[in-house]
């Protein structure tokens, strides 16, 4: 397996990713802008609960130790600290991580979530990243879609590569929303 750190473009977030060199780019950019987007995801919602504190008062005990369990399990799972410790992430656990904290929130009926629509509507004011246009960078190239990753790193399956995400650029030192800056690709 091909060991991918991916890494925004501000390195914000990164994180592991296994694949095998003859998996298509357009494949692993799928994987990966969705793995971002659920790390997105879990670092929202512990800004959400666990940092603004005042939705879990008049929790009960047992149920706010339940939730910031279930959010601190999330985040050290999607820390950089696993990238550093060379561990790849999954997405199924990042969703199921994701489920967990839905769970505890609903369950607690927090800010007045009583059901899954209210909670998604949480999201609504997130800006994820795109998978289809979202561009990979290695070795300063872009990856294009319609070409395996044996194209550029051959098919050594003991590869280590380091690869940036980034969203597509309007011109030059343009700040997209979510708040990374690019410059205009040539």
Same mark, same amino acid.
């Not at 979530?113 to 509507?121: A, E, T, V």
């Given at each position: 397996? &091909? ?11 990164? %994180? !592991?990713?296994? @694949?095998? #060199? ?9 994987? &990966? ?20 504190? #005042?939705?879990?008062? /008049? #929790? ?10 279930? !959010? ?32 505890? &929130? ?5 800010? /007045? ?26 070795? $300063?190239?872009? !990856? ?5 990753? #044996?194209?550029? &790193? /051959? ?15 309007? $011109? @030059?030192?343009?700040? @997209?929303?979510? /708040? %990374? ?6």
């Amino acid at each position: 397996m &091909v060991e991918i750190q991916v890494k925004d473009a501000e390195e914000k977030q990164q %994180f !592991l990713y296994e @694949s095998e #060199c003859s998996k298509q780019v357009e494949e692993i950019a799928k994987d &990966v802008t969705e793995i971002y987007n659920l790390i997105s995801k879990i670092q929202y919602l512990n800004f959400t609960f666990q940092q603004q504190q #005042c939705p879990l008062q /008049g #929790c009960h005990e047992d149920v706010a130790r339940s939730l910031m369990r279930a !959010l601190s399990e999330a985040q050290a799972y999607a820390s950089k600290d696993i990238a550093l410790n060379k561990r790849p992430l999954s997405p199924h656990v990042l969703r199921d991580h994701i489920q967990t904290i839905e769970r505890e &929130v609903l369950k607690s009926h927090l800010m /007045g979530f009583s059901d899954s629509y209210q909670l998604q509507k949480l999201y609504s004011d997130m800006k994820l990243l795109q998978e289809d246009t979202t561009k990979l960078w290695w070795a $300063g190239k872009e !990856l294009m879609r319609s070409k395996c990753l #044996c194209d550029y &790193v /051959g098919k050594n399956e003991k590869t280590k590569i380091l690869i940036k995400l980034e969203k597509p650029s309007l $011109g @030059s030192a343009r700040q @997209s929303d979510n /708040g %990374f800056s690019y410059e205009k690709a040539s």
